[in-house]
Every structure is written in structure tokens, then in C-alpha cells.
């Protein structure tokens, strides 16, 4: 069955950085669009970034030059690199795996499969 296990979470000052990792297994990566979701407290999954079966790339515009993403295919694996992060980057970070189909990049609808989620908390 599909499983997806994130890692690279933690506590990191303002302005610091994280390297979120995600294991993929049970389905062929290559073939699939692939995502980063969060959650803060008291507020709705969104979406943070995404990378599609071509290496184009999305962001949530308040990471924009913050944050990118990238994957390792050969290694069925799906990285977030976060630098100069903020406490408002705090949440829950959840890898996701995208359905086959067109739509807002974004879209919760869209997923079809989810991770267990990695803390990131950002604070001084």
C-alpha cells in the first residue's frame, strides 16, 4: 500500500533552516505529482509546494524564496529545503501525493494519499 514517512522536523530559531525529507513506497514515484501541506494550530491545511512529474515546480506565495522543493526519483524520495524561516512557517508538515488530474495545484481535493506529519515549530 501506499506509505509516505516524512522526517528532518524540529525546533529552529527565526532565520534558520530545515530539510524535510519524505519516503515514498508502494506506488512508482516518477509517476506521480508530489506535495508539501500544513497546519498550524486553529487553522486549515494548505498548501506549501508542489513538484510535478516533470520537476515543475508551485509555492505558497508566503515561502516564495524561502522554501523549494525538489525530488530524488531514483531514491522514491521528496524533499523540502526552508530557509530564513518564521514562527508563522510553525505547523504540522504533511507530504502528499497528488491524484492524476488538472486543477488548482493546491487544492486538498486533489490528494489522494497523506503522510503521518513532521512539527516543524520555528521560536526564539
Known amino acids: 500500500q501506499v506509505q509516505l514517512v516524512e522526517s528532518g522536523g524540529g525546533l529552529v530559531q527565526p532565520g534558520g533552516s530545515l530539510r524535510l525529507s519524505c519516503r515514498a513506497s508502494?506506488?512508482?514515484?516518477?509517476?506521480?505529482?508530489m506535495g508539501w501541506f500544513r497546519q498550524a494550530p486553529g487553522k486549515e491545511r494548505e498548501g506549501v509546494s508542489l513538484i510535478n512529474v516533470n520537476g515543475v515546480t508551485d509555492y505558497l506565495h508566503a515561502v516564495k524564496g524561502r522554501f523549494s522543493i525538489s525530488r530524488d526519483n531514483a531514491r522514491n524520495t521528496l524533499f523540502l529545503q526552508m530557509d530564513n524561516l518564521k514562527p508563522e512557517d510553525t505547523g504540522v508538515y504533511y507530504c502528499?501525493?497528488?491524484?492524476?488530474?488538472?486543477?488548482?495545484?493546491?487544492?486538498?481535493?486533489?490528494?489522494?494519499?497523506w503522510g503521518q506529519g513532521t512539527q516543524v515549530t520555528v521560536s526564539s
Open positions: 502528499a501525493r497528488r491524484a492524476p488530474g488538472s486543477g488548482w495545484w493546491a487544492a486538498i481535493g486533489a490528494i489522494d494519499s
Open positions: 508502494g506506488f512508482t514515484f516518477h509517476s506521480y505529482a
